[in-house]
């Protein structure tokens, strides 16, 4: 099981960027998958986590009706769509799957790919 993370960047305050995951090594639709980050001096946390293609998603308080995930089962691909950034979702953020359905905590999660930076400033 490998994932690799990009899109992270640069970005103005109100800006978006979209985060992708390539998955290779397993069948993405049979896996949770989620998106977490850490700032630093900070926890990892838990940003979004899809259980699975059922629609079942979970989101942070702090990005809910910014950020969306989303999965491409076809293309092996993971994204995070993030809206409206702001200077505190600045972050290393990495891509996570898992065979079980586990909640959107870091602990609970078995693969992780390497992370991509992403900070918000003007």
């Known amino acids: 099981v490998q994932l690799q993370a990009s899109g992270g960047g640069l970005v103005q305050p109100s800006g978006s960027l979209r985060l992708s995951c390539a998955a290779s090594?397993?069948?993405?639709?049979?896996?949770?998958i989620g998106w977490f980050r850490q700032a630093p001096g900070e926890e990892l946390e838990g940003v979004s986590c899809?259980?699975?293609?059922?629609?079942?998603?979970d989101y942070a308080d702090s990005v809910k009706g910014r950020f969306t995930i989303s999965r491409d089962n076809t293309k092996n691909m993971v994204y995070l769509q993030m809206n409206s950034l702001k200077p505190e979702d600045t972050a290393v953020y990495y891509c996570?799957?898992?065979?079980?359905?586990?909640?959107?905590?870091?602990?609970?999660?078995?693969?992780w790919g390497q992370g991509t930076q992403v900070t918000v400033s003007s």
């Open positions: 996570a799957a898992d065979q079980g359905r586990p909640p959107c905590i870091s602990d609970y999660w078995g693969y």
């Open positions: 090594g397993f069948t993405l639709d049979d896996y949770a």
């Open positions: 899809d259980s699975r293609s059922d629609g079942s998603t």
